[in-house]
């Protein structure tokens, strides 16, 4: 069973009395065993009166020899047991970090000629770590310019850039980025400014952009660089949150031209003014349209009634008034819809494509959904299509399995058809059953499902196109016939090679890519962190006390994202007891008229989304997030690491593990305690710190420090 803590030092004071008394019973013992019967009972018969009148003396004496040998044991006990023990916890820390508080030299001499030889290691190891950072410093200067540069490029980049790694984790973005999605992808209903930025390092790109999308994207570019294409990006435009329309292309990275894949480039721009523009230019052509059809009636009508040679003047005045008045007014409104096209935006933006690579997607799509094989052989080669494949096959695959569906388990015989028409193009989605289309008269209306709320119409017009359905003459087949634009010429011509890749940088921002196995058996060091603190109202969760305030800061690669925290008040629709304010500070007015915890818990998961929790004395912290699982509808459901348990197996003879006293063993300077961000900065360094000694400990793992920790004593706490 494990001691409680400070049991060695209680043992220490108790053995000396338990040794003397154990020894003089046994002394006792020992003499009256050695005598007659007779001597026995003489001899107790004359201690007897001398134990009744004077055994207090004896007592008296024993208590004051234990008292004195128990202080000189303690002692004994704290220089040789406790002192060295501390002194190994100081050691190691000073052994994995040269920055840390030297290690006490107190003690006995020797102990203390311990401490002085490890604190003059300890400096010369400062001072080779110092000529070490020098020569690195010195080696690095050339990368540290070219760095910067890259950095200046990206501030200064008028789109939004943001770069990817392999599995969609953000390692790099600009200013312009973080500002587009702080100001178009935040949930509806929350006020700009509540909760954390939408993107940070470390975090997926698929909390924002619907993965479908980001997939179908990476499948193009697969095809394109499958075919040898130099320059090979894919477009698409995503809806925001707020309804913003966003265009989308991403690009490959590669070490070099024409290696492997390590990431990705996402440019991207908000089309949401230029497409509203386009569609208020084309509401002006339908309404110029539908005016002049009613102008030159008006005037074929006054010119009929003019060619009567019988009609009297007035009457020809009057008409030939109708006449000028309706080329007046049509002057005017071709001035007008001029005014307004000199403001163009643009359509739906289209991708130019290979028809035969739509035609194969949409078949493996169909395929995949129906479980029925589409044939593709009728697809003209050489043809190329300006679309947003992204939609149009989803169109596609909606009208197939509603066919399947309607032929009750048959095979429909799918078949794709791509031909040109008059400078457009036919895409066919052909089936066996004629009868299949008769109850299909709703589809084009139906919403598609999925992420996207588009029906086959939307798509149809994103394309400014039509769709009919057409039924084979002999009366044993149909199609679904899609009238496409295509795409301008030249795309079938093979394209010149890529120029060499100027030298603007030549570190690695892709060897941080996550791993795809099992969180508990990642290393410490390769898990990105969320550390995060709470100010509340009092110390009982269960009681009605609320949450005022959370702060939180991100670790990724080992590194304090200091720029990217998330600190909020929050209105706790309660008082604030005084007894509260005077520890952290926050006074109802500066609550009132905050968001709720209802709103801001939804913000905060979304900022800790896909990383481990870590708190000091966290599990206070988690019954509060716990407890508002139901108003927030977000559950917090993550690991959690807490530094006060991890504080005591990396320190298993200290006594204390208070946030202070941590920090001072550790060279943590501690600052803005009891705020919420102020306290989670000052646990995400401890925590750091902690790293290497757990390390040292055998604890490396995520389920090793789990696991550790829970053996904690102050793991059992319940709030």
Not at 69 to 94: I, K, Q
Not at 540 to 559: F, K, S
């Given at each position: 069973m494990?001691?409680p803590?400070?049991?060695?030092?209680?043992?220490a004071?108790?053995?000396?009395?338990?040794?003397?008394?154990?020894?003089?019973?046994?002394?006792?013992?020992?003499?009256?065993?050695?005598?007659?019967?007779?001597?026995?009972?003489?001899?107790?018969?004359?201690?007897?009166?001398v134990a009744?009148?004077?055994?207090?003396?004896?007592?008296?004496w024993?208590?004051?020899?234990?008292?004195?040998?128990?202080?000189?044991?303690?002692?004994?006990?704290?220089?040789?047991?406790?002192?060295?023990?501390?002194?190994?916890?100081?050691?190691?820390?000073?052994?994995?970090?040269?920055?840390?508080p030297?290690?006490?030299?107190?003690?006995?001499?020797?102990?203390?000629?311990?401490g002085?030889?490890?604190n003059?290691?300890a400096?010369?190891?400062?001072?080779?770590?110092?000529?070490m950072?020098?020569?690195?410093?010195?080696?690095?200067?050339?990368?540290a310019?070219?760095?910067?540069q890259?950095?200046?490029?990206m501030?200064?980049?008028?789109?939004?850039?943001v770069?990817?790694?392999?599995?969609?984790?953000i390692?790099?973005?600009?200013?312009?980025?973080?500002?587009?999605?702080r100001?178009?992808?935040?949930?509806p209903?929350t006020?700009?400014?509540?909760?954390?930025?939408?993107?940070?390092?470390?975090?997926s790109?698929?909390?924002?952009?619907?993965?479908?999308?980001?997939?179908?994207?990476?499948?193009?570019?697969?095809?394109?660089?499958?075919?040898?294409?130099a320059?090979?990006s894919a477009?698409?435009?995503?809806t925001?949150?707020?309804?913003h329309?966003?265009?989308?292309l991403?690009?490959?990275v590669?070490?070099?031209?024409?290696?492997?894949?390590?990431?990705?480039?996402?440019?991207?721009?908000?089309?949401?003014?230029?497409y509203?523009?386009?569609?208020?230019?084309d509401?002006?052509?339908?309404?110029?349209?539908?005016?002049?059809?009613?102008?030159?009636?008006?005037?074929?009508?006054?010119?009929?009634?003019?060619?009567y040679?019988?009609l009297?003047?007035?009457?020809?005045?009057?008409?030939?008034?109708?006449?000028?008045?309706?080329?007046?007014?049509?002057?005017?409104r071709?001035?007008?819809?001029?005014?307004?096209?000199s403001?163009?935006?643009?359509?739906?933006?289209?991708?130019?494509m290979?028809?035969?690579d739509?035609?194969?997607a949409?078949?493996?799509?169909i395929?995949?959904?129906?479980?029925?094989?589409?044939?593709t052989?009728?697809?003209?080669?050489?043809?190329w299509?300006?679309?947003?494949?992204?939609?149009?096959i989803?169109?596609?695959?909606?009208?197939?399995?509603?066919?399947?569906?309607?032929?009750?388990?048959?095979?429909?015989?799918?078949?794709?058809?791509?031909?040109?028409?008059?400078?457009?193009?036919?895409?066919?989605?052909?089936?066996?059953?004629?009868?299949?289309?008769?109850?299909?008269?709703?589809?084009?209306s139906?919403?598609?499902?999925?992420?996207?709320?588009?029906?086959?119409?939307?798509?149809?017009?994103?394309?400014?196109?039509?769709?009919?359905?057409?039924r084979?003459?002999a009366?044993?087949?149909?199609?679904?016939?899609f009238?496409?634009?295509?795409?301008?010429?030249?795309?079938?011509e093979?394209q010149?090679?890529?120029?060499?890749?100027?030298?603007?940088?030549d570190?690695?921002?892709?060897?941080?890519?996550?791993g795809?196995?099992a969180?508990?058996?990642?290393l410490?060091?390769?898990?990105?962190?969320?550390v995060?603190?709470?100010?509340?109202?009092?110390?009982?969760p269960?009681?009605?006390?609320?949450?005022?305030?959370?702060?939180?800061?991100?670790?990724?690669?080992?590194r304090?994202?200091?720029?990217?925290?998330f600190?909020?008040?929050?209105?706790?629709?309660?008082?604030?007891?005084?007894?509260g304010?005077?520890?952290?500070?926050?006074?109802?007015?500066?609550v009132r008229g905050?968001p709720s915890?209802?709103?801001?818990?939804?913000?905060?998961?979304?900022?800790?989304?896909?990383?481990?929790?870590?708190?000091?004395?966290?599990?206070f912290?988690?019954?509060?997030?716990t407890?508002?699982?139901a108003?927030?509808?977000?559950a917090?459901?993550?690991?959690v690491?807490?530094?006060?348990?991890?504080?005591?197996?990396?320190?298993?003879?200290?006594?204390s593990?208070?946030?202070?006293a941590?920090?001072?063993?550790?060279?943590?300077?501690?600052?803005?305690?009891?705020?919420?961000?102020?306290?989670?900065l000052?646990?995400?360094?401890?925590?750091?710190k902690?790293?290497?000694l757990?390390?040292?400990?055998g604890i490396?793992?995520?389920?090793?420090?789990?696991?550790?920790?829970a053996?904690?004593?102050?793991a059992?706490?319940?709030?």
């Amino acid at each position: 069973m494990k001691l409680p803590r400070g049991t060695g030092a209680v043992l220490a004071m108790l053995l000396p009395g338990l040794a003397l008394a154990l020894w003089l019973v046994l002394g006792a013992g020992f003499l009256l065993m050695a005598l007659d019967g007779a001597a026995r009972t003489a001899l107790v018969g004359a201690l007897a009166p001398v134990a009744e009148s004077h055994g207090m003396v004896l007592v008296l004496w024993w208590v004051l020899f234990s008292a004195g040998a128990g202080l000189l044991a303690r002692r004994f006990y704290g220089a040789h047991a406790e002192a060295p023990a501390r002194l190994a916890d100081a050691a190691r820390v000073l052994a994995g970090d040269p920055a840390a508080p030297p290690v006490p030299a107190t003690g006995p001499a020797g102990l203390k000629a311990l401490g002085e030889v490890v604190n003059d290691l300890a400096g010369q190891r400062r001072a080779l770590q110092d000529d070490m950072a020098r020569l690195v410093a010195e080696a690095s200067r050339d990368v540290a310019y070219q760095r910067d540069q890259l950095a200046a490029l990206m501030a200064e980049l008028e789109q939004s850039v943001v770069v990817l790694n392999l599995e969609g984790r953000i390692l790099l973005y600009n200013a312009r980025a973080r500002t587009l999605f702080r100001r178009l992808f935040r949930a509806p209903g929350t006020a700009e400014g509540v909760g954390a930025d939408p993107i940070g390092l470390g975090r997926s790109i698929h909390t924002v952009i619907d993965r479908a999308l980001m997939d179908h994207a990476r499948e193009t570019l697969e095809r394109l660089m499958g075919r040898g294409e130099a320059r090979p990006s894919a477009r698409f435009v995503t809806t925001t949150p707020l309804g913003h329309l966003v265009r989308v292309l991403l690009a490959p990275v590669r070490a070099e031209a024409g290696g492997a894949v390590t990431g990705f480039v996402l440019l991207l721009d908000d089309i949401t003014d230029e497409y509203e523009a386009r569609a208020r230019q084309d509401r002006t052509l339908i309404d110029l349209n539908e005016s002049a059809r009613a102008s030159l009636a008006a005037m074929q009508a006054a010119l009929d009634m003019l060619d009567y040679p019988d009609l009297d003047a007035s009457d020809r005045e009057r008409f030939q008034a109708v006449v000028r008045d309706e080329v007046m007014g049509l002057g005017t409104r071709l001035s007008l819809a001029a005014d307004a096209s000199s403001d163009m935006g643009s359509r739906w933006p289209l991708q130019d494509m290979l028809g035969a690579d739509l035609a194969a997607a949409a078949a493996r799509r169909i395929a995949a959904d129906t479980g029925h094989a589409v044939a593709t052989d009728q697809v003209d080669a050489d043809i190329w299509l300006s679309v947003d494949s992204f939609a149009l096959i989803g169109a596609l695959a909606f009208l197939a399995a509603r066919v399947a569906e309607a032929e009750g388990g048959a095979d429909p015989a799918f078949a794709l058809r791509l031909t040109p028409a008059s400078g457009r193009v036919h895409l066919d989605l052909a089936f066996a059953d004629a009868r299949a289309a008769t109850s299909g008269a709703g589809w084009q209306s139906a919403p598609m499902g999925g992420t996207s709320q588009l029906c086959v119409r939307d798509v149809v017009e994103r394309h400014g196109g039509e769709l009919w359905l057409e039924r084979a003459r002999a009366g044993t087949g149909a199609c679904f016939r899609f009238l496409l634009p295509a795409a301008s010429e030249g795309h079938a011509e093979a394209q010149a090679p890529a120029e060499s890749r100027p030298a603007y940088f030549d570190f690695d921002l892709f060897a941080a890519s996550a791993g795809s196995h099992a969180s508990d058996d990642r290393l410490l060091s390769d898990l990105a962190y969320t550390v995060f603190d709470t100010e509340t109202t009092g110390l009982d969760p269960a009681g009605g006390d609320e949450i005022l305030q959370i702060g939180a800061t991100r670790i990724v690669n080992g590194r304090i994202l200091s720029s990217e925290c998330f600190d909020q008040l929050v209105d706790p629709g309660r008082s604030i007891p005084e007894a509260g304010i005077a520890v952290h500070g926050i006074r109802p007015e500066m609550v009132r008229g905050k968001p709720s915890i209802a709103r801001v818990l939804p913000a905060f998961h979304a900022f800790a989304a896909e990383t481990v929790l870590v708190g000091h004395n966290v599990a206070f912290d988690m019954r509060f997030l716990t407890l508002k699982e139901a108003t927030s509808g977000v559950a917090f459901d993550q690991p959690v690491l807490d530094t006060l348990l991890l504080a005591g197996l990396a320190h298993p003879g200290e006594e204390s593990h208070s946030m202070e006293a941590i920090a001072g063993r550790l060279g943590v300077t501690v600052s803005g305690r009891h705020t919420a961000l102020g306290d989670a900065l000052v646990t995400a360094d401890i925590f750091l710190k902690l790293l290497p000694l757990l390390r040292a400990r055998g604890i490396r793992t995520l389920g090793e420090a789990r696991a550790a920790a829970a053996t904690s004593y102050y793991a059992k706490l319940k709030y």
